[in-house]
């Protein structure tokens, strides 16, 4: 089992930078490294949304065409911890933010956590 806590979502301005934390318990024997991690959401009206992904060891990263050159994705696998920098935040990106980990290689997301609340005020 893994338990995943986001952190750091809080009311901001258009334009402001926020930094998400999701803090992951996993067990002895499969750490943290064994998993691909990514951030979701689901604005108002709209499908969940995959943000930005990365690798095990953070050699590969992904973003969303929407957040290209906005957000970006990051992990410390001593702390089990994945990070999501954003900045230029928009009100349309209102929503909860979700972590989620999948194991590598495999197909599905399978653990999220309960997720932090973003607000945007325009």
């Known amino acids: 089992q893994v338990r995943l806590v986001e952190s750091g979502g809080r009311l901001v301005q258009a334009g402001d930078s926020l930094r998400l934390s999701c803090t992951a318990s996993t067990s002895p024997r499969r750490g943290f490294n064994h998993y691909v991690v990514g951030w979701f959401r689901q604005p108002p009206g709209k499908e969940r949304e995959s943000v930005a992904s990365?690798?095990?060891?953070?050699?590969?990263?992904s973003v969303a065409d929407s957040v290209k050159g906005r957000f970006t994705i990051s992990r410390d696998n001593y702390k089990s911890m994945a990070y999501l920098d954003m900045t230029h935040l928009k009100p349309e990106e209102t929503t909860v933010y979700y972590c989620g980990v999948r194991i590598t290689g495999g197909q599905d997301i399978g653990y999220w956590g309960q997720g932090t609340q973003v607000t945007v005020s325009s």
């Open positions: 990365i690798t095990q060891y953070g050699d590969r990263t």
